[in-house]
């Protein structure tokens, strides 16, 4: 999907840029985000629905990673967006995303959040509990404004990922379980509220899935329940969310599944079970959001320090880390990376990357095999597009790095760099009460 590649000078090259030359101009870590690779990806899921002639929506979630320009980009590939706080709804409506096209996620939506959506007229909330659905209830009525609204629902299926990441078994803080009954009480609730149109059911069972199973099994799920719905409370489905979670290819031992796969069997088992059912075929939605930006992302960092311990290890360490990839101190995520300097170069030794924070597990990769590195080398860490700028932090007061955007051999900051100016903007000084005997 992507542009990158090795050029004349042996450099990483991506959308037609010469990385190093982003570095310079830019510093580091900065994230390059190649854009063509989330257009190709964008047109590569909405193309997979439109062959099997589906109603569907491709909302990305925004989440993985959110700022005004991607969103504007979201909006120019014509898919909707998922968010899910009042700052990711904040930054849409910044961004001047259609409203009618955003879904608002979350499991403690607080009644703030959900006013600012209802008055915004956004294009649906995922109900997720009782209390959600009461606040809800009242703050459509006051404002006298309909919302459409899909359930979240847990079909109990496990899919295999890190556990973390793992949402659709039962035992799960989000959604209404449907075995308990739970799930068709809040269906009950909301066909009989003046202001609230239940547009569908939502389900996501995990994030990272290889296989299309976990999916199919979800549905399979789903559609017990549905026919017991029609039945019981004269339910017709008209919107399916199978939620996101699709895998990408963060090292070579990860081997995704080419993104229409996963369309092409929620689509078939969808229509099976429908058919099966002698229901109307819903519309399919569905929120990828690591697979539209995750390897689109690259991180740059210079090569800092280095410690060699005989015969143990060499640590290289790089001047950012688990402040703007948590990932692998929170889930022991695996990355590949390359010094992007130095591409053509035999690879001579084997050293681990260390993040610059004061923590023994800010180690951003293990084992990698580089050619030698020298102070000031670029290293390129790959795959880091989704939940990396998303959950970075300030841990050790180290500043939020820039983004850009490249595509055709032209380069645009998208996010500015933090400085240490933004550290304290929103301090105040102590009033010490010293003076007064203490
Ligand atoms: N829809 C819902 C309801 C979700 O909860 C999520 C992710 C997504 C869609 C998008 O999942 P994706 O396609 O990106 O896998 N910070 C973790 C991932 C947490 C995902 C939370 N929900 C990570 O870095 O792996």
């Known amino acids: 999907y992507g542009t990158s590649k090795i050029n004349n000078k042996g450099h990483l090259e991506i959308g037609g840029v010469d990385t190093t030359s982003l570095s310079e101009k830019y510093g580091t870590p900065l994230f390059v985000y190649d854009v063509k690779d989330i257009c190709n990806r964008a047109q590569e899921f909405k193309m997979a629905f439109d062959k099997q002639q589906m109603k569907y929506q491709v909302a990305y979630a925004s989440k993985a990673f959110s700022c005004i320009a991607m969103i504007q980009l979201v909006e120019e590939l014509g898919l909707s967006l998922d968010v899910v706080s009042g700052g990711e709804l904040y930054t849409a409506l910044q961004a001047g995303f259609p409203v009618e096209r955003i879904h608002f996620h979350g499991n403690n939506k607080s009644p703030e959040e959900i006013e600012m959506a209802v008055r915004e007229g956004i294009g649906c909330i995922v109900v997720d509990n009782f209390t959600e659905l009461t606040w809800l209830m009242g703050i459509t009525q006051s404002l006298g404004k309909q919302m459409k609204v899909l359930i979240r629902i847990t079909p109990g299926v496990e899919a295999h990922t890190h556990e973390y990441i793992s949402t659709g078994q039962e035992d799960s803080k989000f959604g209404f379980d449907i075995q308990s009954g739970q799930a068709g009480k809040a269906i009950e609730t909301i066909e009989a509220h003046e202001f609230l149109i239940l547009e569908g059911v939502h389900s996501h069972i995990g994030s990272q899935i290889f296989e299309t199973n976990g999916f199919t099994s979800a549905i399979e799920e789903i559609y017990k329940v549905l026919v017991v719905w029609k039945k019981t409370l004269n339910y017709d489905l008209k919107v399916l969310n199978l939620g996101g979670g699709f895998g990408i290819r963060y090292t070579k031992e990860d081997t995704p599944l080419p993104l229409e796969k996963y369309v092409e069997s929620m ?3 969808v229509k099976e079970k429908s058919l099966e059912a002698g229901m109307e075929l819903p519309e399919i939605w569905i929120e990828p959001g690591r697979a539209l930006v995750g390897e689109a992302g690259t991180t740059l960092y210079t090569i800092g320090s280095r410690k060699d311990i005989p015969g143990v290890r060499s640590y290289v360490s790089v001047d950012g880390g688990m402040t ?3 990932r692998p101190a929170l889930y022991q995520a695996k990355y590949e990376a390359s010094i992007a300097n130095k591409m053509n170069d035999k690879l001579e030794e084997t050293v681990s990357i260390a993040g610059k924070c004061c923590e023994s597990g800010d180690m951003l990769i293990w084992d990698l095999e580089v050619p030698n590195v020298d ?14 700028y998303s959950m970075a932090n300030n841990y050790n007061r180290i500043l939020r790095p820039a983004v850009v955007f490249v595509e055709d ?18 301090e105040r000084n102590y009033q010490s009460n010293k003076t007064q005997g203490r």
């Open 267 to 269: 689509v078939e088992a």
């Open 324 to 326: 703007d990839n948590i």
């Open 375 to 388: 102070i000031g080398d670029v290293l390129a860490v790959s795959s880091t597009g989704a939940y990396g």
């Open 409 to 426: 051999g032209k380069d645009q900051c998208v996010i500015e760099r933090e400085t240490f100016e933004d550290l304290v903007r929103h």
